[in-house]
């Protein structure tokens, strides 16, 4: 930190003054102790007794005059006096200088910090300053960011949602004012409304699971769970919709029976929507296969198809909050852009990661999960 001309000029000024002060004390000083060594014959013959007695040094050299020795003395004084007085000195300019800087930055200009390094406990009072400056502006950027996103998740969600319901109302108000002409125009209306408040349904459902497990302090009831039998109760549930597609849905697990420390609940829904994912958007898979093996302390899971493969600019944003590939044919199968964002928050909330490869051959999502959690993780609420 360089000192501006005015205090630099104040530091020499304050110096000169110090260095005279020093100098009318320590005179007076001197003429106080040579009046009392006068006055009393007592002192004045110790001093001189002290004097034959003291010799200093290989030549035995003997003080002959006792002032020199305290004009020394009084002068180490004063160096080390004036030293300390102009060293607080420069620290209180020091400060000033770190105040003047937190002022400006006060004043709204958060991108500024305090450019000058010190030396000593100063610096750490610097350094503590712009970082929390910096702690300050990043957590005001993640609450606009926090603002953002909700304003973003109500935005998409009043879309989404006003699809579906504009759907119904249009077709129980043909009901409602009997434009229809015959029983059958009755119920392809009703029913057309029944599976559009489905779709509304699973949306609201899908928000809500999103948001739950987003959600900071997120409950996760872990427990031991054979991981096996999870994922054949999940391929065992699609059996049917996968049929009708002319898609297999099966699952292997080595070792069986494979345990892991989990939330069945949640982590059921992470299969479960990878494999719904499968079906919806796997155009021309003939197969979906969950695929569980145990390397070491981590259990890897693939769900895998053998269908379209994903654009590879589509692959970085699948986990994206409302993200989709396609977005017609999304809203035409009724997907809100927000099962593989769930699938990531729960394997998240599990100390896991998921990733996705895919290609002309086949398209798997790749979940690993550590098969043990700690025994604080089973007892404590998780937090994501």
Known sequence: MKLTAREKGALFFEGIITVIL??????????????????????????????????????????????????????????????????????????????????????GHLDH?????????????????????????????????????????????????RTPLTSIIG???????????????????????????????NMVEDLFEYTKVQQHGAPVNIMSVDLGQLLEQVSASFELEGENKGIQVSSQTTPSP?????????????????????????????????????HGDNVVVSVANDGEPI????IAHLFERFYRVEASRSKATGGTGLGLA???????????TVQVKSDDHETAFIVTLPTKQGDSKKNNAQTH
Do not use: C
């Open 171 to 201: 077709y129980l108000r043909l009901i409602e004012d009997k434009q229809y002409h015959s029983e059958e125009d009755i119920l392809k209306y009703s029913h057309i409304a029944y599976e559009k408040a489905k779709q509304m349904k």
């Open 342 to 352: 769930i699938v990531k928050s729960v394997v998240d909330l599990h100390h896991g």
């Open 311 to 314: 654009p590879k600019e589509s």
């Open 22 to 107: 020093l100098v009318l004390i320590n005179l007076a000083l001197i003429i106080i102790i040579q009046n009392v060594i006068q006055t009393n014959q007592g002192v004045a013959s110790g001093i001189f007794i002290i004097k034959q007695s003291l010799k200093i040094g290989p030549l035995q050299t003997q003080i002959w005059s006792y002032q020199r020795i305290v004009i020394v003395i009084f002068i180490v004084i004063d160096i080390f006096v004036v030293w300390w007085r102009l060293l607080r000195r420069y620290h209180q300019y020091q400060i000033n200088h770190i105040i003047k800087e937190l002022h400006y930055i006060a004043q």
């Open 258 to 294: 494979l345990m892991i420390d989990a939330d069945p609940e949640k982590l059921g829904r992470v299969f479960s929507n990878l494999v719904a994912n499968g079906i919806k958007y796997g155009h021309g898979a003939s197969y979906i296969k969950l695929n569980a093996q145990q």
């Open 113 to 161: 910090r305090i450019p000058f390094r010190l030396k000593g406990r100063t610096q750490n009072v610097v350094t503590s300053v712009n970082a929390l400056v910096d702690s300050a502006v990043q957590s005001m950027n993640d609450e606009r960011q926090i603002e953002k996103s909700k304003d973003e998740l109500i935005t998409n969600v009043s879309h989404d949602l």
